[in-house]
């Protein structure tokens, strides 16, 4: 595992609750481990935990076999992390920021300039980040994390603000650098995000992990193996009927009803969405 956490409970300094009340998960190496919830659920918490930021937890958490407090500084030779509002020298080109941030690691370090193309940032490259778009921003950040190869890496709402295309191109780099073996932990409220990307997704609501699993398998377990038809019969409202999936060519009620409808209006299999089955799981709406 590269990353472990048992049991891991948090409260905020002078808070008179607790935040997070006892999560367990695994992540494996070369994992897109996702955390998909609403705001306020405890995503940036736990991230900031892993990251070593807030101390004072309970449980346990082991990554790359240590504990959490017993990595040094080199535990960010190690991981590379996005937070979730972007902090760059603002007077500095993007060029800079990164030779910057690069030259503090000892290890060996991607060019920036091909890390500003995967972003799609290359062509601002020299521009001073105080003249950026808030998205050019984020994309910036996650440049800034992967720039030393790290062998972890945390992203705290990587697509959060970002357009559709660019969204795309930071979901397809995040993909590209599984496929080089690096494990990701990624908290996101989008569940695009959690579909596309994640290998395992955790439902997370209120500092409680309701459940973890594949989103394929979240899929098959809580879609509806139903198809809907919509048609008319001499009516002037559309009617609807349901019919099972599975044995749909043998059942004689579809056929009639295909041969006997005076119009057919659509047929639609029942898919069902993570964003359905998550209100189904938790009880709560994901854009909270
Ligand atoms: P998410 O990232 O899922 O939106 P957070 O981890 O930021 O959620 O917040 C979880 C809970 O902890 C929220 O109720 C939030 O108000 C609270 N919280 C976040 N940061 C602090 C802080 N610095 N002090 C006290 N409470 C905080
Ligand atoms: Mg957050």
Redesign the pocket.
Known sequence: MMISVKNLTYT????NKE??HGLNFDIAKGEIFG?L????????????ILIGLLKGYGGTIRVMDRGVDEWGQDYFEHVGVSF?LPNHYLKLTALENLNFFRSLYSGETLAPLEVLDWVGLKDDAHKKVAEYSKGMKMRLNVARSIIHKPKVLFL??PTSGLDPMNARKIKDLVLELRRRGTTVFV?T?DMMVADELCDRVAF?T??QINVIDAPSVLKKQYGKRIVEVEYLNGTQDALHQEFPLDGLGDNPAFIDLLKSASRLETIHTQETTLENIFIVVTGQELSV
């Open positions: 905020y300094p002078g808070a935040t997070l955390f919830g609403p705001s306020g659920a405890g995503k940036s918490t736990t991230q900031n979730e705290d709402e908290t409220h997370i209120a500092g």
